[in-house]
């Protein structure tokens, strides 16, 4: 059983959408069960906008799960937890506040030590606690780790060990006793019976103290796996703070969700990001261990050229399943070729049916034959039997003249095949649009 767990407290971006890509190949890859869950707890900053956006996206990358859990719905069972590990004295009250625990983090930093809590908190007798609370000051509760050290081996690190002195009792429970994702995630994983968990690398020292918490609340510990983050072209984290690299700013740039999911499942790794396969050879091909340790660098650049070379090749009844694009089937084949990015295929189509207002220096021997000798009928043989006969009778290069009706015809001196484009225009358009489009 494996799980993708987002936190709906803004648009999912390209981090998110790789963990849930590689949940879900890992899952069909080995026959396992995936399902979504949405980490909703932070009731002031979860909005149900985002819930929507995370059902919208998974859809458009079509990711499928076999349910839908919702953490909000599950606050009693989180009470009992607290109780539970409270009772067994194994979470512990502290007092000190942001602004306290920040200056002791400095001062540790200062004299050379690791920034993690020093367990003041556990010095306190159950006289002093009851002291602090009758004040009004209300803790937030630490799990307090034993001395063993913890250790796993990890599908893409290998064995990984922390000594338990290097890392903080994490907080569990708010001031307010509301859990936080430490102590949620574990009792759910439990809860919904979850083998196998893969996320990023920023998660290690988490993982660290959730196993002991598998321990503590007697759960399967899953198999873990942390992949390299993705970052930046300026190295820094992408999170949800820049919508550039949300899934839905990157569906509005038209990207296909087949290119978005190949680059997601093998940036990082040791497979060629080349070739765009389809979802089943994603599902049959995936590797947990063809991974790289290193982080990965999310560069758009590459994300549009593998759109660009997907879309030179794709099939016009996928085109259309994907985008709302008004032209037929001949149009698409014939400019297909000599397009970079989707929105292209309107700036040819408005060509076509309206033209340019560029004027184009031809000279008037030149324009006269050329009117004159513009087939009666256009078919895929009248590009070429039309310049062979300017060409018989003026003294004008190739290159020059098929440069020269080009632009009268279209306004570009690049683009599809003009013996194909031809095929698009009647007689009468193209005489009108010589005559417009010529500078007199």
Known sequence: MLRFAPSPTGFL??????????????????????????????????????VDSIYKDLEWLGIKYSKVVRQSSRSEKYKDVFNHLKNKELIYPCFETQEELAIKRKVQLNQGKPPIYDRASLNLNKNEISSLISKGKQPHWRLRLDERSISWNDEIHGEIKFDNLSISDPVLFRSDEMPLFTITSVVDDIDFKVTNILRGDDHITNTAAQIKLFEYLGGQIPKFGHFPLMRSKTGAGLSKRF???????????????????????????????????????????????????????????????????????????????????????????II???????????????????????????????????????????????????????????????????????????????????????????????LKRIEDNSEK
């Open 243 to 333: 919508n550039s690299f949300s899934i839905n700013e990157i569906g509005k740039k038209k990207i296909f969700p087949i290119v978005l999911l190949n680059y997601l499942t093998k940036i990082g790794s040791s497979v060629s990001i080349e070739n765009i396969d389809d979802l089943e050879k994603l599902k049959t091909d995936f590797q947990i261990n063809h991974f790289s340790k290193n982080s990965v660098l999310f560069d758009e650049d590459d994300l549009d050229r593998m759109n660009s070379k997907y879309l030179k090749d794709v099939p016009f009844d996928v085109l259309k399943k994907n985008f709302d694009i008004n032209c037929d089937e001949k149009f698409w084949k």
């Open 13 to 50: 971006h390209i981090g998110n959408a790789r963990v849930a890509v590689l949940n879900y190949l890992y899952s069909k890859k080995n026959d396992l069960d995936f399902f979504l869950r949405i980490d909703d707890t932070d009731n002031t900053r979860s909005e149900e906008k985002y």
């Open 336 to 430: 297909k070729k000599n397009i970079e990015k989707i929105d292209e295929i309107e700036e040819w189509k408005e060509i076509i049916l309206n033209g340019t207002n560029l004027k184009v220096s031809v000279s008037p021997e030149l324009l006269e034959s050329i009117k004159k000798l513009t087939p009666n009928e256009i078919n895929e043989n009248s590009w070429k039997i039309w310049t062979d006969k300017i060409l018989e009778g003026n003294k004008i290069k190739p290159k020059e003249l098929f440069v020269t009706i080009r632009l009268l015809l279209t306004g570009k001196k690049f683009g599809p095949s003009m013996n194909d484009l031809l095929t698009l225009f009647k007689r009468k358009e193209i």
